[in-house]
């Protein structure tokens, strides 16, 4: 009787452990590492060959630098994210903005976010901002004073825009706003500028003469104290993948009445519904991410922060040997579904028709 019971036990046990590993070996995706985790615990850059793969909300990048935490015409704000690197095109033109935007009276930049050391997805808010070519520029001027740390922190951006109207407030809009986005459309490495829907229409109001540079000024949801500057794809990048242009006009007709209809502002239908960097792991990512998530990094963040003139080259440090990205194209990997890539090249309205609002 003992025998019997003690052979029962053991099938028993035997066949809990082959059941505990096949329910182990039917979740493998669960137990992956999600991207945003581990390109987010970057501290610096990969110091290789500077290079952007991938799509802006769908990537990472190579051989990033910092713009510095104070120049003469701006300061970093919301410094402890790190968020402060770029493609060093993308700093060289935030620098350059500083400069001429200050000739045409605009006091100095506030900066907000950038990208991450590596980009790839970030832990909280953006879904572009990925390869290293998107930059935040706050529609407040910089003081007069040198902000504090702890003022970078906590200071709030001045709202641009009635929450209730969609419609600029007047009161704090003036010329040297619409002077501050003109010079920034104005430079050729800049595709698309995003702006509140009221932004764009009191520029589609107020702006006489030459209005070329109007078909880069494009609205999206939010950006109401700030707004988004996108360079394109730079030399050196095989794998960046380009967005689409932007129309020729100057998006002051159909598209832009359709953020003054009552759909755009419609409650989102799904609000719990994942965000894409809440699911993305290494395999939604181009194959060329890997090399640069395990790239060696510079000796220090100095060491690869943009000084303007020439652009710095990190120096690795000596002990590992940096990796050469792979020379193919990048394919896209696994692709998300599309009803969570929250954040897509911004589409040319024919028709208005309704779409999800992204989550940020």
Same mark, same amino acid.
């Given at each position: ?116 050391? *590596?980009? !790839?997805?970030?832990? #909280? ?7 290293? +070519?998107?930059? /935040?520029?706050?529609? %407040? &001027? ?9 003022? *970078?922190? !906590?200071?709030?951006? #001045? ?7 969609? +419609?600029?407030? /007047?009161?704090?809009? %003036? &010329? ?185």
């Amino acid at each position: 009787m003992k025998t019997v019971m003690r052979s029962s036990l053991g099938r028993k046990s035997l066949l809990a452990v082959m059941l505990g590993l096949l329910a182990f070996a039917a979740q493998p995706a669960a137990a992956e590492e999600r991207a945003k985790d581990l390109f987010g615990a970057k501290k610096l850059p990969a110091a290789i060959a500077s290079q952007s793969i991938g799509f802006y909300s769908k990537g990472c990048f190579a051989g990033g630098v910092a713009i510095p935490m104070d120049g003469p015409t701006w300061e970093v704000m919301r410094p402890s994210r790190n968020r402060r690197w770029g493609h060093p095109a993308m700093i060289a033109v935030i620098e350059k903005l500083s400069r001429d935007a200050a000739a045409d009276g605009w006091p100095g930049l506030l900066i907000g976010d950038i990208s991450q050391p *590596r980009g !790839g997805p970030m832990m #909280t808010g953006h879904a572009s901002h990925q390869i290293g +070519l998107d930059a /935040d520029i706050w529609l %407040t &001027p910089m003081p007069s004073r040198p902000l504090s740390m702890a003022q *970078r922190e !906590g200071m709030s951006a #001045t709202l641009m825009v009635d929450e209730k109207t969609h +419609l600029v407030k /007047d009161a704090l809009w %003036t &010329p040297a706003h619409t002077r501050l986005l003109q010079r920034a459309a104005g430079y050729p490495e800049v595709e698309r500028i995003l702006v509140n829907p009221g932004i764009k229409k009191k520029l589609c109001d107020t702006v006489k003469g030459d209005r070329d540079w109007l078909r880069k000024i494009r609205p999206f949801w939010g950006h109401d104290y700030h707004f988004h500057m996108r360079i394109g794809c730079q030399p050196g990048s095989p794998n960046c993948k380009a967005q689409e242009a932007t129309p020729a006009d100057d998006g002051c007709g159909k598209p832009l009445a359709w953020w003054f209809t009552q759909e755009p502002w419609r409650p989102n239908k799904n609000p719990d519904a994942p965000k894409a960097r809440d699911l993305m792991t290494m395999a939604n990512l181009p194959k060329e991410c890997r090399a640069v998530l395990d790239a060696p990094g510079p000796a220090s963040a100095e060491a690869a922060t943009y000084h303007g003139g020439s652009v710095p080259v990190a120096a690795a440090a000596p002990e590992p040997e940096a990796p050469s990205l792979p020379a193919t194209t990048a394919s896209g990997a696994a692709g998300l579904p599309t009803s969570v890539n929250a954040f897509t090249a911004t589409p040319e309205i024919g028709i208005p028709l309704p779409r999800p609002r992204p989550g940020n």
